[in-house]
């Protein structure tokens, strides 16, 4: 069989558009020029093949599926992340690496992932939830007692910790609430847990039926930041990310349980990278999974995969090579 031709979405109209671009780039690098076709989506919509702009989505689509065999989604946050540029491919009838409709869907939304995490018994920090119909200050003071004194603040579908926040007392919590519901955001507010924070990716081999977490990694940042947030994730040097974590091999295990369950709980495929906290008392809690982890130099789930053996262009290859196998299964 002739080796595809694969098409790099990168890009897109949310607020993780730059670090799109960059991971798309990374992935068109580790791919042979002949055979790939960066695809940018503009903040403002607008589609270019190969750096062509297309005169309609439709357009695009079309010529998407005239120049290229299989597709690489390097699109993080809402639009790329969410299911709705899955559900356009699958109409489509192309083949593309990671997750479908549904467990795109799921997993974008902190507040679906997080009532499945507990619908199977996975563990995760308390939670409360508002949106326009339920939300008031009575409500949201009500929670914070409930949470305990210290709380995260985050949209229930955004990416790369955009508009979250930690309020330091009950009247900075209502403050963050009302104003991310008054943007149109239903809103998860979360007991904050202060301890080790990790994550751990899963990666599938569909040619050989497999599923395994990579190793652990532990995310340090620095003192300047106060939480795992844009910034830190993306800026070099800014976070110390130590893989394979420094826990005992008991709690290594249990954490690479987790996110496998996480997985197979979401329904993703191919990858997911799933972050975890370490409570004081040892336990660990799920926070968020994500079925389009970075593809950046500094990205976790590349790195992850490095140590377990699997350089970037092996990774990728492997990524595309699971959605041409899955393209030829229902061909």
Not at 204 to 228: C, M, S
Request: charged letters at 20%.
């Amino acid at each position: 069989m002739s080796k595809p031709r694969v098409a790099v979405l990168m890009g897109g109209p949310s607020s993780e558009h730059d670090v799109s671009l960059r991971s798309g780039s990374q992935v068109l690098a580790a791919l042979e020029p002949e055979l790939s076709v960066p695809v940018v989506i503009g903040k403002n919509g607008v589609w270019s093949l190969g750096g062509e702009a297309q005169p309609s989505v439709g357009r695009a689509l079309d010529e998407l599926r005239a120049r290229a065999d299989v597709v690489f989604i390097a699109m993080h946050g809402p639009f790329g992340e969410d299911g709705t540029v899955q559900g356009m491919l699958t109409a489509l009838g192309m083949p593309f690496v990671g997750s479908g409709v549904a467990a795109s869907g799921l997993a974008m939304d902190k507040v679906r992932a997080k009532q499945i995490y507990v619908a199977t018994g996975l563990p995760t920090p308390e939670f409360a939830v508002f949106r326009a119909r339920t939300h008031s200050e009575a409500a949201v003071r009500e929670a914070a007692a409930r949470l305990g004194d210290r709380w995260v603040v985050k949209p229930s579908c955004n990416g790369s910790s955009f508009g979250v926040s930690f309020p330091k007392s009950v009247d900075a919590l209502v403050a963050a609430v009302s104003e991310l519901v008054g943007q149109g955001n239903e809103v998860l507010v979360e007991r904050f847990v202060k301890g080790t924070e990790l994550t751990c990716g899963v990666l599938e081999d569909a040619e050989a039926g497999t599923l395994r977490a990579l190793p652990v990694t532990e995310i340090v940042p620095t003192a300047k930041y106060e939480f795992f947030d844009y910034e830190a994730k993306y800026t070099p040097g800014a976070t110390d990310e130590i893989t394979p974590a420094r826990i005992p091999d008991a709690l290594r295990d249990r954490v690479q349980a987790l996110a496998l369950a996480a997985h197979e709980a979401l329904g993703c495929r191919d990858m997911s990278r799933t972050d975890v906290m370490i409570a004081p008392d040892g336990a660990p809690l799920l926070l968020e999974t994500n079925t389009i982890p970075g593809f950046t130099a500094q990205s976790l789930l590349p790195q992850a995969a490095q140590v377990a053996g699997l350089d970037f262009p092996a990774l990728v290859d492997r990524l595309v090579r699971n959605a041409v196998h899955r393209g030829a299964v229902h061909a």
